[in-house]
């Protein structure tokens, strides 16, 4: 089986200028594939003459260094295997670089569908299974802690719907504690308010659900507490600041004639 570049058979220049290339070998039976590199030339020390010689390597018939392709390799046979050069490297870091590139941009070591055992020996896959783990540690301990301050906040489990906690409140931001005592409104904070009030009244909410189903409501805080969702949340889809929330979707209506 020949080597494939640019989806044709590759033919070493007369004059090969390069120091090797970053490759992807590919089982066609299962779609699983391996990325490396490979030299072009092959530098020893002549034990006779003392000097370094410089030989072709054995990339011709070079098949990888995983153990697991190798024998699916002896298993299949060469014909069910498909090895394509990706990068021709002139230096040799140049081959590390983009070998290493290859491998964390397809992620290697989080998806079964590579042979790869690790990246430049340093991040091995056996890591995988530490990241997932704590992140789904990490997920739980949040959904629990969501899931209590939610009942903290729900009926009567809400401190602050207290009638004495509310008392206390009230009597401290009552007469001279207040800290607009004394301060008249101007005129056009009174508009202000007067127009905010009335638009409330008005306002309307066009929600989207998870089935599909389109809704107009004019209680967003109703609706969310009904149906287990953040109003705060809502509000940020409605302004375009979230893509969704629980796959709700939401977004200001206003009444034909207003």
């Given amino acids: 089986m020949e080597w494939l570049y640019k989806e044709s058979i590759f033919q070493t220049p007369e004059k090969n200028p390069f120091e090797g290339f970053v490759y992807i070998i590919e089982n066609l039976t299962n779609g699983k594939k391996y990325i490396g590199k490979k030299h072009f030339w092959s530098r ?6 003392g000097r370094r010689e410089t030989k072709e390597s054995d990339w011709m018939d070079y ?14 046979g060469k014909e069910q295997f498909k090895r394509t050069i990706l990068h021709l490297c002139i ?4 081959m590390t670089f983009l070998e290493e590139k290859e491998q964390w941009d ?20 056996r890591e995988r299974k530490i990241y997932e783990a704590t992140e789904k540690q990490i997920t739980t301990k949040n959904e629990k802690w969501r899931e209590i301050k939610r009942d903290r906040m729900l009926g009567d489990a809400n401190i602050a719907k207290k009638p004495e ?3 206390k409140i009230s009597a ?22 007067h127009e905010a009030a009335l638009k409330s009244r008005i306002e309307e909410w066009k929600i989207t659900t998870p089935e599909g189903e389109t809704l107009i ?3 967003l805080n109703e609706f969310c507490r009904k149906n287990n969702l953040s109003s705060s949340a809502m509000c940020m889809v409605a302004s375009g600041e979230r893509k969704q929330h629980k796959k709700y979707m939401c977004c200001k209506h206003s009444p034909e004639g207003v």
């Fill in 172 to 193: 401290k931001k009552r007469g001279e504690k207040h800290h607009q005592f004394g301060i008249p409104l101007s005129d056009e904070h009174n508009k202000k308010l």
């Fill in 63 to 76: 098949y990888g260094s995983s153990d697991v392709l190798l024998k699916d390799i002896e298993t299949l």
């Fill in 165 to 167: 906690v509310r008392a």
């Fill in 217 to 219: 409501i004019s209680n």
């Fill in 91 to 94: 230096y040799k870091k140049q």
């Fill in 106 to 125: 397809r992620n290697v070591l989080l998806t079964d569908d590579y042979y790869n055992t690790n990246i430049g020996g340093k991040y091995f896959v």
């Fill in 44 to 49: 020893r020390k002549n034990k006779k003459t």
